[in-house]
C-alpha cells in the first residue's frame, strides 16, 4: 500500500508523526514522507524517501510569526501547489497529514486518497475550527474538489494525548483511534553524562530558541542538589552562558529517547512531544509557557495534578527552585505523572494502528 505522510517544516510536528511513519514502512508499505526543505533530511536520516513541499519554516514567518493561523493558512498554500501534482500521478492509498497540515485534505481528496489526521498534542480547540476550515475551503475550491471543510471532520484523527490530558467540551474530530507517543527516535548523549555527580537529574529544555526564561530557570535548578541537563538549541550553543558547575551540562541537542529514561523532571516551555514523552515515562513536569499552545499544555498539565507551572512574569531563578524543588519531593506529582504513564502504555503502538488502518482502507 501506498502512504503519503505530510507535515508542517517544524522538526516537532515532523518528530511526531515521524513514528507511524517508520511503522509504515517496517510493514512493507511503499512510504513517502513531505515537508519543507529545511527538515526533510531528518527523515531521510531514517530511511524514508521524501518529497520536497512548500515553504521552509523561515520563508513561511519562522519563529518570527505572531500570527501562527496565517503561518500555517499560507504554507499550507504552497505545500498544495507542490503536492498535488505529484499525488494524483503516484496516488497514494492513504494520505496522513498532521492536524495544522491544512494541505492534506485537498491532497487526499485529488489523489483518491483516504485521509488520516495526526493528532500533535491536545486536538484543537472546537473554537479554532472557523480558521482552519476557511483555509481547507479556500483549498478545496481553488483546486475544483467539490468538497466542504466539515467533511474533514469525518476523517479518522490519531489521538496521542492521553484521557488525563484531554480538555473537555466539544471536539473538532469525531471518529478518533488512540496512538501512543514516542519520546523521539535515535540519537545519543554527550560522554559528560557518566560524569554528572547527584544521583537525581533534572532535563531542562526550552526549545531551538531558548528565550529569555532559560538563564533564570538554569540558575534556580543548578542551585539544587541535582544534575542539570540542559538543551541550549542548535543556534547558540552553550558558549554564550558561560562555564558550568560540574553538575550542570549543556547540550545543544538531547536525545530524549535516552535522555528521560535517567530524569526525576522535566522542565520545559510545554511543547507537546516533549510533555508527552516525559509522561511517557512517568516524569512530572515544571512548564514555563510562552506560546499559545504551551499555554493550554501547561493547564492540562497542572489539571491532572502532574506538574506546575510558571507564567512568563513569574519567572524567576528562586521560583524556578522552590517549584522544582515541591515537584521531587511532593510525592502527589510523582503519583500523577505515573497515572498518566498508564495511560500512554496503555494506547495503541504504531504498528497496530498502521495495520489497522490499512485493514480499512483496503476495503473500499
Known sequence: ????????????????????????QDEGHEVVFATGADVTPLVRRHGIATWTAGPTHQEAGGSATTDWLAYFARSARRRAADLIPPAVAWRPDLVVAEELELAGPAVAAASGARLVVHGLGAMPSIRAWDALAT????????WDLGLRAESVRDAVYLEVCPPALRPAGERIWWHTH???PVAGTGGALPAEMGRLPHRDTVHLTLGPAPGDSFPAALVGLASLDVNVVAGVGPAAGPAPFGPQPPHVLLAPHLA????????RLVVSQGGSGTMLGAFAHGLPQ???P??????????????????????PGEVTADAVAAAARRLLTEPSFGASAAWVQ????????ADAVIRSLTAVASLR
Open 286 to 288: 515544571l512548564v514555563l
Open 1 to 24: 500500500m501506498r502512504i503519503l505522510f505530510s507535515a508542517c517544516p517544524m522538526p516537532g510536528h515532523v518528530t511526531t508523526v515521524l513514528p507511524l511513519a517508520l511503522a509504515a
Open 290 to 311: 510562552r506560546d499559545p499552545d504551551r499555554f493550554a499544555n501547561a493547564a492540562a498539565v497542572v489539571r491532572a495534578g502532574a506538574g506546575l507551572s510558571l507564567l
Open 342 to 349: 498508564v495511560e500512554i502504555a496503555s494506547m495503541s503502538p
Open 256 to 263: 530524549h529517547a535516552l535522555l528521560l529514561p535517567r530524569c
Open 135 to 142: 483555509t481547507i475551503d479556500g483549498l478545496f475550491v481553488q
Open 178 to 180: 488512540d496512538l501512543r
